[in-house]
């Protein structure tokens, strides 16, 4: 690991060249500014030395970028090396402030330097008024000239400029391979790359920087050797890194050559090498369009434009009611017309219809599929709880088995309950010290598999369900998960929950852990012959049907037969969490191949579930969601990510803060042997972006950066109260919290100024209590101590589940944990079959001790921490009792502390192992799981 104390500020620069290149600017200025007051002298030739060293480190980053350009970055250096100390630093000044407003993205050309000296300084010059509007961006054109042409070819790209254009882009010009690839990764401006036949591999500039990013960010399969294609293998890096930009390969090779080629895949268009300059320019227009074209928002706002007679259901359409009323026509003032004009209920004039698309939801949701890496995409009005919810209707048939972590969404626990599935619970690891759950081992996912295979149930499988991530930022191995569980099973569905983690599709840090980006790396596997050779000296070893007593099977990392596994992938993602859609806006995401066959029972769901009203609005959100994404997704993930690396060692490293608050590292909220890369910190010990890159692709579960546990408890807080009392004191918004943290969760949405903001905040917060325990002497320290032992120290065990009561189980003889979880729940329905016992009453310990057991009518849930700790038909075992009675918050879904734990009467159960007559077949529960405590 990199000992470099600079290695940490290298790390969050990786996450976020915006940011780094701002910095590096800055410090420029710094440099010049000081050499100007200076002057002449000893330390002024000290400073312009500083200069031309900072200077030498920045050209080739800005190589990369179409501003400030060759001219302006040479005639800096010109300004350096004559010693002009003063109209070097307000060149810098200009370039600087221009990339902080970015006010160079509306211009036509280069920042012209100022003449004689600054006496004719000139400002930035103005593009034409109509130019300025139009959206900027950059080409990256690789080609084999020669440096000294890079100018003239700017200028004639910039020729092919029509006052027509809907938009405005420059050219940047590099001359290898390895240049085009860092300028993928550096440059948050490009949306396409043109290449030109005939360049070579490596940079010109021998930068160790350029080269460790280049080493983490390639793909292993894309390496250039003896005779290779580097245009097509350049192609293939740039789908790797940034999948939604346009390739364009010009080839002086007939074109049908190059496209008959897989490796060309990725393309956009390919040209002959002596076609019109035009063509290429009309070709990245339209691509760009293509992104850009919002049918379903595009089409919204001209029907808001149309003088439209409404004679249906929907007074409000229009505003006639709101703006002509005399008691709410202020809602119309703080909405504006806009809205309403904007609304109806409609699905002709180009609305469609959300339930039937056949219009332009339909082609908003086909460019969804295309952004999200898809074959299918299905809008959701009413939030994920609907999305999850209609996954599993259309999957699942009554007595099929889902294996389900057990502290998923409570959407997925009631969507088995409609479908008549029975939950096979697998256990997270637990977080005991910060009353949270982790992410279920893939040894805990194949066990279960493999006792089921054991009792001949494995048939009844249908469904692995799983979250990633969790709300608390646990990143599972995506790819390892569904090989090893195709290789027992190999037609296993998956359903990801991504509701917090759709942003993820935009960045090649995250990509290939998601659901989308995993299915697309195993589609490509099991295409490669070397796969199928290293299944057949698996099954030599293993055999071809995996002996579930053999220990070897759940020792060894499984890969499945390429022949005879399915990619049967859904994923799920609340666009509105991490994206810029309205609340509620959601997306299922489809990747199964064998959809065909499934599509029927999907619209039924979708009927199922769907309002037949839905909010137009959400539906252009989730349409204008996906275009920003696919434009300046890649630029804002990345400054989301900058954000929280930036809190994290604002906090951690703040003399006053850190006595109080501490946001938790991956190797506090991950246990060592879940992170055989050794990371352990994003902010400490000097790891490097190589690190982390490691951690990503080999530990089987990752801490996503943006999500940030705030350790309170020290500062005498539970998160409740600390969430409210930075709701009310500050108006800082959050989310979760447990019983001695918060999480803090860094989006698209925030700035640099919300993470100062942040810090004076905890600061202000940190002098409240060091001034309050100075002035209150040892009775406030003591109390404080105390405080703190309690929030810290004092914390429950965290509940297991037990098992499913064998009145609510196929075979209560059987060793498998499914059970009928539908068959528990409607017996809640009928209040004579049940009871309630205080949860403090004697009654509960005598029955804990000698019977009859304590069964579960309802599903309970705390908040926190905002997971079932009690399901229908579930035998409630010591230590959820011990659980819900030290428990100190007052939202617990499903009880009501003045009745009791709402329960199944003894007499309905009956003997035990009794089947309920309205049991539906195939749901057994989890026998009590051995605890894995860590108190990580």
């Not at 050797?225 to 390969?249: K, M």
């Not at 017996?827 to 403090?840: G, N, Q, T």
Request: charged residues 25%.
């Amino acid at each position: 690991m990199a000992t470099n104390p600079e290695a940490a500020a290298d790390l969050d620069h990786f996450f976020s060249v915006i940011a780094a290149r701002l910095d590096r600017w800055r410090e420029l200025g710094k440099a010049a500014q000081a050499w100007a007051a200076q002057g002449a002298g000893k330390a002024g030739a000290a400073s312009k030395a500083e200069c031309a060293r900072q200077l030498e480190q920045l050209t080739p980053f800005e190589s990369l970028q179409a501003f400030p350009g060759l001219r302006l970055l040479q005639a800096l250096e010109e300004r350096v090396s004559s010693g002009d100390a003063h109209a070097a630093a307000r060149l810098v000044q200009r370039v600087s402030s221009a990339l902080m407003s970015r006010s160079y993205r509306g211009e036509s050309g280069d920042l012209e330097p100022e003449e004689d000296g600054g006496a004719g300084e000139r400002a930035l010059p103005t593009a034409p008024r109509e130019a300025a509007a139009r959206p900027y961006f950059e080409v990256l054109f690789v080609s084999p000239a020669p440096l000294s042409r890079r100018q003239a070819q700017v200028q004639q790209v910039r020729k092919l400029r029509r006052p027509q254009d809907e938009f405005i882009y420059e050219p940047v010009f590099v001359g290898s391979f390895e240049d085009a690839v860092l300028g993928v990764i550096v440059n948050t401006n490009l949306e396409a790359v043109v290449i030109y036949d005939g360049f070579p591999y490596e940079s010109v500039f021998d930068v160790p920087l350029f080269k460790s990013w280049l080493s983490s960010r390639l793909p292993a399969s894309i390496t250039a050797s003896a005779g290779a294609d580097l245009g097509l293998l350049l192609a293939r890096a740039v789908q790797a890194i940034r999948p939604e930009l346009d390739v364009y390969l010009l080839a002086d090779r007939k074109p049908d050559e190059i496209v008959s080629d897989p490796a060309a895949a990725g393309l956009r268009r390919v040209f002959y090498a002596v076609e019109e300059p035009l063509e290429i320019h009309l070709s990245i227009l339209a691509g760009v369009a293509d992104r850009c074209r919002t049918p379903y928002f595009d089409n919204l706002k001209k029907y808001a434009q149309k003088p439209v007679g409404t004679f249906h259901a929907l007074p409000i359409a229009r505003g006639k009611s709101i703006f002509r009323s005399n008691w709410i026509r202020d809602m119309g003032e703080f909405y504006g017309p806009t809205l309403f004009l904007a609304e109806s209920s409609a699905t002709t004039g180009g609305l469609d219809s959300l339930l039937e698309p056949t219009g332009n939801i339909k082609l908003a949701q086909d460019a969804a599929a295309r952004a999200f890496g898809a074959d299918h995409v299905y809008f959701v009005t009413n939030g994920t709880s609907t999305s999850n919810k209609m996954v599993h209707q259309a999957l699942l048939e009554p007595g099929d088995i889902v294996i389900a972590d057990r502290n998923c969404h409570k959407s997925h626990h009631y969507g088995m309950v409609l479908a008549g599935a029975q939950p096979y619970y697998v256990e997270a690891f637990p977080l005991v010290a910060y009353s949270m759950y982790g992410a279920v081992p893939v040894r805990a996912i194949k066990q279960a598999l493999l006792d089921l295979k054991a009792a001949k149930r494995l048939g009844k499988v249908k469904l692995v369900t799983l979250t990633n991530c969790t709300f608390d930022g646990h990143v599972y191995d995506t790819r390892r998960v569904m090989e090893e569980c195709l290789a027992i099973k190999p037609d296993l569905v998956f359903l990801w929950d991504e509701a917090w983690f759709g942003f993820a599709r935009f960045s090649p840090f995250y990509r290939p852990r998601t659901a989308m980006g995993a299915r697309a790396a195993l589609k490509e596997a099991f295409a490669d012959p070397e796969y199928l050779k290293r299944y057949q000296a698996q099954e030599k070893q293993l055999g071809a049907d995996l002996d579930p007593k053999d220990k070897r099977v759940l020792d060894t990392r499984l890969i499945p037969d390429p022949r005879k596994a399915k990619l049967r992938v859904y994923q799920t993602n609340s666009t509105h969490k991490s994206m810029s859609a309205l609340r509620q806006g959601s997306m299922v995401l489809v990747g199964d191949e064998e959809f065909a066959k499934q599509e029927q029972a999907f619209k039924e769901a979708v009927f199922t579930h769907a309002s037949t009203s839905p909010n137009l609005q959400i539906i252009a959100s989730l349409d204008v969601a996906r275009r920003q994404m696919e434009l300046e997704g890649y630029e804002l993930v990345m400054a989301a990510v900058q954000n929280a690396l930036e809190i994290r060692r604002a906090v951690n490293h703040h003399p006053l803060v850190s006595r109080y608050f501490r946001v938790l590292e991956p190797e506090e909220m991950i246990p060592a042997g879940f992170r055989p890369s050794g990371f352990a910190s994003f902010t400490e010990g000097g790891g490097s972006w190589v690190d982390a890159l490691k951690a990503f692709r080999e530990d089987e579960f990752v801490l996503d950066p943006t999500r940030l546990t705030l350790v309170c408890g020290t500062a005498g807080f539970d998160g409740t109260q600390f969430k409210n009392f930075l709701a009310a004191e500050y108006e800082i918004q959050l989310n979760k919290t447990s019983r001695n943290s918060v999480l803090l969760q860094t989006n698209i949405n925030n700035t640099r100024s919300d993470v100062a903001n942040l810090l004076k905040v905890l600061v202000e917060i940190s002098k409240g209590i060091e001034e309050r325990l100075k002035s209150g002497g040892e009775p406030a320290r003591a109390a404080f101590a105390a405080r703190v032992k309690a929030l810290m120290e004092d914390v429950p065990d965290l509940p297991n589940f037990s098992r499913f009561h064998d009145r609510f189980r196929d075979d209560p003889k059987g060793r498998t944990l499914e059970g009928d979880m539908r068959a528990a729940f409607y017996v809640a329905y009928d209040s004579e079959r049940c009871e309630h016992v205080k949860l403090m009453s004697p009654e509960i310990d005598q029955r804990l001790k000698s019977g009859p057991p304590l069964v579960s009518a309802h599903f309970v849930i705390p908040y926190p921490p905002g997971f079932p700790i009690m399901v229908p038909g579930q035998v409630i075992a010591a230590d959820t009792i011990e659980f819900m009675r030290k428990l100190d918050v007052k939202e617990i879904h499903g009880y009501d502390a003045s009745l009791g734990l709402k329960l199944i009467r003894p007499a309905v159960l009956g003997k035990s192992g009794g089947k309920s007559r309205a049991a539906v077949p195939g749901h057994r529960a989890p026998v009590p799981v051995s605890r894995r405590r860590s108190r990580s």
